[in-house]
């Protein structure tokens, strides 16, 4: 088995997106590697991980060398490097200039090709069809409940850790201590502090 | 509020959502586009919205208290209502529907209905997609359907998300897996509803979003919803009914205590709240209780409204210290039965 994105052969785990199969590598690039760690946002906003995995897919330097590459978009400017970075076309003519470069892998890869949907200002008659009774497997499984404490454990060692962190000159702070007073100030909701917190956690990374 | 209503299936199916986004020809996608250009396309849409009775509002017009209150009707994320760009938004008299105009797509139309519905969902949204169709020019290519800056919407247009609550999976070892396949084999997504740190504790609530977008019709789209919705509520009863007989006494035990818990507390933070909803949700119809007052429709209240509201997201705005003891207060009027 081959990843569709890389080519590489597939040892391990991998992830089917879309209907691309993708190597454990490239899944975790897309950040699709582990969609339980994803937060899903249902109540407020539009499915951000599409944009996401657009980000990824469009970013496959192995099939296109982005930085000698002269395309660009006649009408908007959209250069290939640009759409590699932010996923995302500028205008309508983008579809023309990109047609036979890079859209015909990609969409190719969104499943098929070919446009079958509805035309504009048609309805799509949509028939209310019989769910077949192909029934879910009755999952022969092991019940396990996991007992939850009764105690709140984090009321008064997230507070002190708060406090603590609250007044101290944060570079005094090791990395595990930010870390746990992030987890602890978004506890107690204080999500300005914990932004920060996240914030200073980030830069330290990167800066190493 | 879109939830109020009473829904299919509410014991598993929190609620069902669609997105339709289009795109107006003769003018550049929204990266590209100048101060100008979203000024025309905000009078044009605001027109086109008009016509069929949706009232407008710009997101750099509203003060906070519109903005809070349009953000918690969850059409929009807190980036569009906080954003200081030229945004619009379409509210439709019927709730749950609105139109977001110059976010990604020029035209975002969201339908949230509660429940298990998604051609219901689907019927409203394009309903308003069928208007600006009409009565704009919509980029649309026979090759690749409806134009989009994403590649990742680029055919229909449309995608689905269903909203479900599963504690029963998840205290199911190996359900979970079952699950996931079966959500892979329809090429659907599926995310957990995550605490604000990014970490997971279990909250029993993950949304499942569809992909693809072309190379399939809007009917086998919601064909394959419906399937994947059906097979999820089924294995989700299923789980509940063998926990609730196996684990009878755990279970009993951990549903009183979240009754009484939620019946008193003074302090709730989002996810233990979530933790005893999941609770009361996982033995509502297996374990007997008589003895005390919990309706379906309380537990779906609780669920919708200890939710995170804008007061939780916005950065810019000072922390409400008193969240916690607000919402501890809502829960147990919700418990109490004094709000309807
Ligand atoms: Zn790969
Ligand atoms: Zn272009």
Not at chain 2, 137 to 145: E, L, N, T
Request: hydrophobic fraction near 35%; aromatic fraction near 6%; glycine fraction near 6%.
């Amino acid at each position: 088995m081959r990843c569709q994105r890389c080519g590489g052969l597939i040892t391990n785990s991998f992830t089917r997106i879309n209907g691309t199969l993708l190597c454990e590598n490239c899944a975790r690039e897309l950040k699709v590697d582990d969609m339980f760690k994803r937060q899903a946002t249902f109540f407020e906003q539009a499915f951000p991980m599409l944009g996401e995995l657009t980000n990824g897919i469009m970013g496959t330097p192995s099939d296109l060398d982005f930085g000698n590459s002269k395309i660009k978009c006649p009408r908007c400017g959209t250069s290939l490097r640009e759409l590699d970075s932010k996923g995302m076309l500028g205008c309508i003519e983008c579809y023309n200039t990109y047609n036979e470069t890079i859209l015909k892998n990609i969409l190719k890869k969104q499943g098929s090709s070919d446009y079958i949907g509805r035309k504009p200002g048609e309805i799509a008659n949509i028939e209310v069809s019989e769910i077949p009774e192909e029934a879910s497997p009755a999952p022969s499984v092991k019940v396990e409940v996991t007992p939850v404490n009764d105690s709140k454990p984090e009321s008064n060692s997230s507070i002190s850790v708060l406090d603590k962190i609250k007044d101290a000159d944060w570079s005094t702070i090791p990395d595990n201590e930010i870390e746990a007073g992030m987890k602890a100030a978004a506890q107690a909701e204080d999500y300005q502090l914990a932004a920060k917190l996240r914030d200073e956690l980030k830069s330290r990374k990167e800066g190493n | 509020m879109w939830y109020d209503a009473p829904g299919n299936n509410t014991d598993v199916v929190i609620g069902t959502k669609v997105v339709i986004t289009r795109n107006i020809k003769g003018f550049p996608f929204v990266t590209k586009m100048t101060d100008s250009d979203k000024e025309n396309v905000l009078g044009m849409v605001r027109q086109a919205g008009s016509q069929i009775g949706l009232d407008f509002v710009r997101t750099d017009e509203l003060d906070d208290v519109a903005r809070a209150d349009i953000f918690n009707k969850g059409l929009v994320a807190t980036s569009v209502v906080n954003g200081e760009d030229k945004y619009g938004i379409l509210i439709s008299k019927k709730e749950g529907v609105g139109v977001i105009v110059n976010s990604i797509d020029h035209i975002s139309i969201v339908s949230l209905v509660p429940g298990d519905d998604v051609l219901l969902a689907y019927k409203r949204a394009e309903e308003l997609a069928v208007h600006f169709e009409k009565n704009m020019d919509i980029a649309f290519s026979d090759k690749y359907g409806f134009l989009s800056p994403r590649i990742s919407t680029v055919g229909t247009g449309v995608r689905v998300s269903v909203c479900v609550a599963i504690p029963g999976i998840e205290k199911t070892t190996g359900a979970l897996p079952i699950l996931t396949k079966r959500i892979e084999k329809y090429d659907w997504a599926m995310n957990a509803i995550a605490n604000v740190d990014g970490s997971m504790r279990e909250t029993s609530h993950y949304t499942i979003n569809s992909v693809t977008t072309l190379g399939i019709t809007e009917q086998e789209l919601i064909d394959g919803a419906n399937r994947l919705v059906a097979d999820i509520i089924k294995l989700e009863r299923s789980c509940r009914k063998n926990i609730c007989a196996k684990k009878k006494v755990i279970v009993e035990d951990q549903f009183y205590r979240a009754y009484a818990t939620l019946k008193y507390l003074r302090r709730a933070d989002f996810s233990d709240a979530m933790t005893m909803i999941a609770w009361l949700r996982l033995g509502q119809d297996y374990i007997k209780h008589d003895d005390i007052d919990i309706t379906w429709e309380k537990i779906n209240k609780l669920t919708n409204m200890v939710r995170k509201n804008y007061d939780d997201y916005s950065r810019d705005r000072k922390v409400i210290n008193n969240r916690p003891t607000q919402r501890a207060e809502l829960i147990r009027s919700i418990m109490k039965g004094d709000i309807a």
